[in-house]
């Protein structure tokens, strides 16, 4: 069995400003970890993926996270907020044992403000 | 390259009425999706096809939810009769063949079902 949890339902940043979004997994399984983000209106995105490679794993638009599996989190963080990062974003675990269903966190929705 | 297409984006049907859901893949993807996320909870996997082929279904809720992918090309979801609690958005993913830990699923916008 696998659960994903988003600490944080919504988060508030400035323009500029560090975006630190929480996740912490529950895995059965060696889990693969993802993050995606759906802007209004459009399909969820995938951000980043850590599949037992290197604990910090680099994504698009200057996020990234790491995989601490001693804190079982796989926190996503970005220096400086765009205007353009307001969306909602979900932290994803997936088991590596052949399967690839999808378990989802309830999302964070990230608040830029100027 | 189309990414995957729902169709329609938005649905409002009354209690008791039928509703089909459609989903085209990207091309060549073996495997297509569906989820669900109903107001206020997390995404929640329905089924997933390989081809044709129903790989895994454990996430239909009930026997009013009837998945279909004729000839490994598009699928359609069908809903009937709807109920109340069937409102959510409904999403549809597609990955290439599978092989490998992981094959990047990808996503389309989803089809909102309001169900009166």
């Known amino acids: 069995a696998q659960s994903v949890t988003q600490l944080d339902s919504h988060v508030s940043v400035s323009e500029g400003t560090p975006v630190l979004l929480r996740c912490n997994y529950s895995?059965?399984?060696?889990?693969?970890l993802f993050w995606y983000v759906q802007h209004p209106n459009k399909g969820l995105q995938l951000l980043l993926k850590y599949t037992s490679a290197a604990t910090l794993v680099k994504g698009i638009n200057g996020f990234e996270a790491e995989f601490k599996k001693s804190e079982t989190s796989f926190h996503l963080t970005k220096p400086s907020a765009h205007m353009s990062d307001a969306a909602e974003y979900f932290c994803?675990?997936?088991?590596?044992?052949?399967?690839?269903?999808?378990?989802f966190g309830k999302g964070t929705m990230l608040l830029v403000s100027p | 390259e189309a990414g995957v297409t729902q169709f329609p984006s938005h649905s409002v049907i009354e209690k008791g009425q039928t509703v089909t859901l459609r989903c085209d893949p990207i091309?060549?993807?073996?495997?297509l999706y569906w989820y669900r996320r109903v107001m206020g909870k997390e995404i929640k996997f329905l089924l997933h096809f390989v081809k044709e082929s129903k790989q895994d279904e454990s996430g239909m809720p009930n026997n009013r939810f009837l998945a279909e992918r004729t000839g490994g090309t598009y699928s359609t979801l069908k809903v009937q009769p709807a109920e109340l609690e069937d409102s959510g958005v409904y999403f549809c993913?597609?990955?290439?063949?599978?092989?490998?830990?992981?094959?990047?699923?990808?996503f389309g916008p989803g089809t909102r079902l309001t169900v009166l």
């Open positions: 994803v675990v997936s088991d590596s044992s052949g399967y690839s269903t999808l378990t």
């Open positions: 895995s059965s399984y060696s889990p693969s």
């Open positions: 993913a597609s990955s290439q063949s599978a092989g490998g830990p992981w094959n990047e699923q990808f």
């Open positions: 091309s060549g993807h073996d495997n």
